[in-house]
């Protein structure tokens, strides 16, 4: 069974410029979960889809990112304009059963570093 | 608001001895609390879940406790192998909601 993908694993952009990240979580999952570590600093949720819907959303920091989940497949985190502070690591999660049990299921994450 | 907090320094320790991690959590009552495991440049890999009126958990050499007057939770590795180096992280659910609240998180190192 393939894991939770994704892409690209590293990106180094100019302050002002912009930049999508992708995630891709594991087959039938319906929970899609974005968090970011920056240096330092403990792993923090962004938000959560359910399928394609916006389940929680309360991790964002400001209104320049944007997540989308057309079709409850993958999802894709843009950043714009992406500003010094927006540097670090993004991981993406899935999980089966947000109910029950929380297990989920991390991708490798994308560091992203501003210039 | 709710916070756990896990010892930031990092954990050496002598290869084959156990291994006790702590986690403490503040201002809220989990239903549960899950063990990652990260490697460098990967992401957090769940280990173990021990629900609130669950004492102890154990799987393999991993056994973590849970103890709501305190309000940690213990993890400890027995005989412990150099390839259980990692950072080990603390997480619930925070509130009603899905989302998992982490700590920073603790870096093992077990030497031969």
């Known amino acids: 069974e393939a894991g939770v993908t994704q892409f690209p694993s590293h990106s180094v952009i100019e302050k002002g410029q912009t930049v999508t990240l992708r995630c891709d979580p594991i087959?039938?999952?319906?929970?899609l979960y974005w968090y970011r570590r920056v240096m330092g600093k403990e792993i923090k949720f962004l938000l959560h889809?359910?399928?394609?819907?916006?389940?929680?959303e309360s991790g964002m920091p400001n209104n320049r990112f944007l997540a989308e989940r057309t079709g409850g497949t993958y999802s894709t985190l843009k950043v714009q304009p992406a500003e010094l502070e927006d540097s670090g690591v993004y991981f993406c999660?899935?999980?089966?059963?947000?109910?029950?049990?929380?297990?989920?299921?991390f991708g490798p994450g994308t560091r992203l570093t501003v210039l | 608001s709710q916070k756990i907090e896990q010892n930031s320094e990092a954990l050496n320790i002598q290869e084959g001895k156990t291994a006790t991690l702590t986690c403490n959590y503040t201002?809220?009552?989990?239903?549960?609390l899950q063990w990652y495991r990260q490697d460098p440049g990967r992401g957090p890999v769940f280990l173990l879940l021990i629900r609130e009126n669950e004492k102890e958990k154990r799987k393999e050499r991993l056994k973590v406790t849970f103890d709501t007057t305190l309000k940690q939770s213990l993890f400890h590795i027995t005989a412990s192998q150099p390839a259980d180096s990692a950072t080990y992280l603390c997480?619930?659910?925070?509130?009603?909601?899905?989302?998992?609240?982490f700590g920073a998180g603790t870096r093992l190192a077990v030497h031969p």
């Open positions: 087959s039938g999952h319906d929970n």
């Open positions: 997480a619930s659910r925070a509130g009603g909601y899905n989302k998992l609240i």
């Open positions: 999660a899935s999980s089966q059963d947000a109910k029950s049990r929380n297990e989920q299921f």
């Open positions: 201002n809220y009552s989990p239903a549960y």
């Open positions: 889809f359910v399928k394609e819907s916006k389940q929680d």
